[in-house]
Nanobody, 123 residues
Framework: QVQFVESGGGSVQSGGSLRLSCAAAGLNLDDYAIGWFRQAPGKEREGVACISASDGSTIYADSRFSMSRDNTKKTMYLDMNSLKPEDTAVYYC???????????????????WGPGTQVTVSS
């Protein structure tokens, strides 16, 4: 059974940093493009970072974010710096089942969404 579980969220002040983790079970991370998404109250879910299975290349919606993976631990990481109140959201990870090259614009291609982890940034 494929499962993702996100962790590492919390409350930080504006300008702070957080590292989110996404632990995977039931699949090999380097076989799938993996994406990080977020959803703020009243807004649609949006992509923030992804890593391709094909070559490990990454795409970011914001240069303050950095994504990495540890295949031996089956864990993805999202490092977020210079956080702003508008980064407040629930953050999710998911696997793209339709392509090995990642994209942030086709969230319907992603599956195995985890329960998410809350990030709250105060001013």
């Amino acid at each position: 059974q494929v499962q993702f579980v996100e962790s590492g969220g919390g409350s930080v002040q504006s300008g702070g940093s957080l590292r989110l983790s996404c632990a995977a079970a039931g699949l090999n991370l380097d076989d799938y493009a993996i994406g990080w998404f977020r959803q703020a109250p009243g807004k649609e879910r949006e992509g923030v970072a992804c890593i391709s299975a094909s070559d490990g290349s990454t795409i970011y919606a914001d240069s303050r974010f950095s994504m990495s993976r540890d295949n031996t631990k089956k864990t993805m990481y999202l490092d977020m710096n210079s956080l702003k109140p508008e980064d407040t959201a629930v953050y999710y990870c998911a696997a793209n089942l339709m392509r090995r090259r990642c994209t942030l614009s086709s969230k319907h291609e992603y599956a195995y969404w985890g329960p998410g982890t809350q990030v709250t940034v105060s001013s």
